[in-house]
């Protein structure tokens, strides 16, 4: 027979499961919270108004289906197509093998041309919060606009890198679009900037005839100098790995990251091969020693916990970091020893939609990034291509009605936050190049 329990342990049973609830109410109401604050996407995309600016593209818009205009009664559509129209001519587009007929690498070339327009350097997002120059996002944009064939455009986005670049070597998180070198917050300095900075310059010289990359290594001498000297500067002697600092994740660090030190790797590695281009053959040698050194640091401080986001981290939470040791970004030793971190990338970092969060301890909300999720697809071009055409498939299936990538994308499946974004536009052109060059 089953005796009934006193009123003091009742009161404590009903307490204690009272906080239970409690407790699962919170996380409840807190992943609801975390989606709805980006349940609506802020724009469909961004396109050319009646009266010639660039404006948000809203439901109401008509937009011209095969180039960023909205199409209204003013005079200026007419020339704003034709000068679209001619400058994707100017260069190459990557496709997408499946479905064959996408746009989806067109519209983010044009989505790429759009956040250029108005400064001349592309912004991150035409939404105020996002219309600032990441160094991160710049490198990707360097790098795609190299890809395909509009020189002019990357090197403007790296002559903007090189004059707001402090004296320091150290960038900021971000920067006002006006090429003032001035921020617009508190967010402080970003180490990954650096190594950003040298791959997208790398990215330059490796699209530039052989013949003329002098020329843009000594245009770039500065950024060049400045920048490996941050990355060899915040090396600790004792760990060999970059300092603490904040990376993509963009939150305050007390530990050394993968992703910093694998960008800061990338970065030297390009440095390296600039200063050959330079004929500074003992600078380069110094360079590749450091570099060399920084390399078997990753592999000792990170490899025992299969490349996850921090030295002894746990495997399951693995991010960005492993993908930034891969082809075209580093070119790691150990680089085979990092594929099973690498492939775990998917399943770790999972969202409802299908698509990726920035990472395996990154906080339970449901809601997939498109940056994420395209930066894999890059390194995926190169190690496993039928996985990079069902990210890019993905992300196809995921742009807003007017075909722009969103920066987000909720669990069910709808496109959230700022549209387009140009870390992912950027990132899906690159994917789609390496898929065409082969690797």
């Known amino acids: 027979m089953k005796t009934r329990p006193g009123p003091l342990l009742a009161a404590r049973v009903t307490s204690a499961t009272i906080s239970i609830l409690l407790v699962i109410g919170m996380v409840v109401l807190g992943q609801r919270f975390s989606q709805q604050r980006a349940v609506a996407v802020r724009q469909l995309g961004i396109a050319v108004g009646a009266d010639g600016l660039t404006a948000d593209a809203r439901a109401e818009d008509r937009i011209d289906p095969q180039f960023r205009v909205i199409i209204g009664n003013g005079s200026s559509q007419l020339g704003e197509q034709d000068r679209q129209r001619v400058w994707l001519a100017t260069g190459s587009t990557p496709g997408i093998p499946n479905p064959a007929r996408s746009t989806l690498m067109r519209d983010s ?34 790098s795609a606009f190299m890809r ?18 402090p004296a320091s070597g150290v960038f900021a998180a971000r920067y006002l679009a006006d090429w003032s070198g001035k921020v617009p917050d508190q967010r402080g300095e970003q180490l990954d900037g650096s190594g950003w900075a040298l791959w997208a310059l790398g990215e330059v010289e490796r699209f530039t005839p052989p013949d003329g990359r002098m020329a843009v290594s ?33 939150i305050k660090e007390n530990k050394t990251t993968l992703a910093t030190s694998a960008v800061s790797l990338a970065g030297l590695q390009s440095a390296v091969e600039v200063f050959k281009i330079l004929r500074q053959s ?75 969060s920035p990472g395996g301890g990154w906080r339970n909300d449901g809601i997939s990034w498109t940056a994420s999720v395209a930066t894999y697809a890059v390194a995926a071009a190169c190690i496993e291509p039928s996985a990079a055409v069902h990210w890019l498939t993905w992300l196809d299936a995921h742009r807003t009605p007017a075909g722009a990538l969103p920066e987000k994308v909720l669990a069910d499946g709808s496109p959230a936050s700022a549209a387009p974004l140009a870390w992912t536009s950027a990132a899906v052109i690159i994917a789609g190049d390496e898929l065409e060059r082969g690797c």
């Open 282 to 356: 003992d600078q380069a040698a110094a360079v590749e020693d450091v570099a060399s050194a920084l390399d078997r640091s990753i592999a000792a401080s990170f490899g025992s916990s299969s490349y996850s986001r921090y030295p002894g981290g746990r495997a399951r939470n693995v991010d960005l970091g492993v993908t930034f040791l891969q082809t075209p970004f580093a070119t790691f030793s150990a680089q085979q020893e990092t594929r099973s971190a690498w492939s775990s990338v998917p399943e770790r970092t999972s969202r409802p939609a299908g698509g990726l």
């Open 148 to 165: 395909t064939g509009h020189v002019e455009e990357a090197e403007r986005n790296l002559d903007f890198l090189q004059r707001v670049q």
């Open 218 to 250: 000594l245009r770039y001498r500065q950024l060049l100098l400045r920048s490996t000297d941050a990355i060899i500067r915040s090396i600790n002697r004792e760990t060999g790995l970059p300092r603490s600092s904040p990376d993509y994740w963009e």
């Open 109 to 142: 070339l044009l989505d790429l041309y759009m956040l250029s327009r108005d400064y001349g350097v592309s912004v991150a997002g035409w939404e105020p919060p996002w219309r600032y120059v990441w160094p991160r996002d710049s490198a990707l944009v360097v």
